[in-house]
């Protein structure tokens, strides 16, 4: 079987993952695919096959066990554990890229219950490569170690057709960064091979609404990559990262009114995760006064705020080092958060999604950063209640030219016949070279 692995949290050990329920009808979609050698298991200090307390289950030998996972069989029985009977159905969240620094951060939010809720039991599964494979196994540990009560269980592997299984909710964090000397069209292509895949995954054996945020950049264009190649889910379900640009907006904007950034509303990123977004002033609020009735400072708003939100990233490099892994991993919490519950009356959200249908004027058939509303269902509509002016449209209208050229030069990979290649520019965001 290819290399996947359970980790399973309090007194228990890895084990192959079980195909799982609705996963015969699904190995004909993966027999192409290279068989792996399972590597070295790794045992947790305590005997997972004694028997554990009054009130709990027996564990049962890994061999027996043919739909279930982890604590599950060998930990919990739910229904003889007063607290967990209020608690939702099992939501199962893949990550790839789970071995990285923006993970590092994100899976202790996701498992502590911060980002879905204290009553949502979690599953996490997670991606990586033969490479990274030790430090996924020292990621679960870690996690194990923390006892949180909401993880369920933790599987890892680097078969996206065996790690996204079922899975509710799709993080790609994974993706090659661009090194020196590297073009934005060299980094569309590769990244977007990756892409491609992973959208070929979820089609094939992730659950049929289930939910993708993709983070590798370019993100925009690797989520219409990822979405093109997963025709059975809707289009409305992929998202493009840009709430980070959103969180650094909204603190600028906070700053130069010198108030707390929990006044600051409306804040919308529109267009590309590049230097060609448009952080927009116009419609963003001030403890629900515009903006521009608290800045006066025209010039400020139109020049400098964009080129600080732009070049946050590239800053941060140069003062400590690293790129901005926390607070992406905060900015991908938001950003779930943002469609898991209901957007505060009147305000919206920044988030790359599929454009074909949306009110605006913006080119159909790309992924485009535009405001939006959610009821907390994991769905969201695009808001309508709007300004615009030629300020703000011209610039929209520069990033809807960027990310349809980019989308040429990934038409290989979209199904839509030989790629054409001509960015005229590098817009890529400091501190992501």
Known sequence: MGLSTVYSPVGSHLVPAPLGTGAAHRRSAQLHRPRRALLATVRCSVD??????????????????KDCFGVFCTTYDLKADDKTKSWKKLVNVAVSGAAGMISNHLLFKLASGEVFGQDQPIALKLLG?????????????????????????????????????????????GAKPRGPGMERAALLDINGQIFADQGKALNAVASRNVKVLVVGNPCNTNALICLKNAPNIPAKNFHALTRLDENRAKCQVALKAG?????????????????????????????GRPVKEVIKDTKWL????????????????????????????????????????????????????????????IAEDIVFSMPCRSKGDGDYELATDVSMDDFLWERIKKSEAELLA?????????????????????TMLPGEV
């Open 259 to 287: 108030v707390f950034y929990d006044k600051v509303s409306n804040v919308t990123i529109w267009g590309n995760h590049s230097t060609t977004q448009v952080p927009d002033f116009l419609n963003a609020k001030i403890d």
């Open 406 to 426: 980019e989308k040429k030069c990934v038409a290989h990979l979209t199904g839509e016949g030989n790629a054409f290649c001509d960015l005229p520019e590098d």
């Open 129 to 173: 490569s033969e490479r990274s494979f030790q430090a996924l196994e020292g990621v679960a540990m870690e996690l194990e170690d923390s006892l949180y009560p909401l993880l369920r269980e933790v599987s890892i592997g680097i078969d996206p057709y065996e790690v996204f299984e079922d899975v509710d909710w799709a993080l790609l964090i």
């Open 48 to 65: 997972a096959a004694k028997q554990v307390q009054d009130g709990v289950a027996t564990a049962e030998a890994p061999a027996s066990r």
């Open 302 to 361: 139109e020049e400098e705020f964009t080129m600080t939100v732009q070049k946050r990233g590239g800053v941060l490099i140069q003062k400590w080092g690293r790129s901005s892994a926390a607070s992406t991993a905060v900015s991908i919490a938001d950003a779930i958060k943002s469609l898991v519950t209901p957007t505060p009356e009147g305000d919206w959200f920044s988030t790359g999604v599929y454009t074909t249908g949306n009110p605006y004027g």
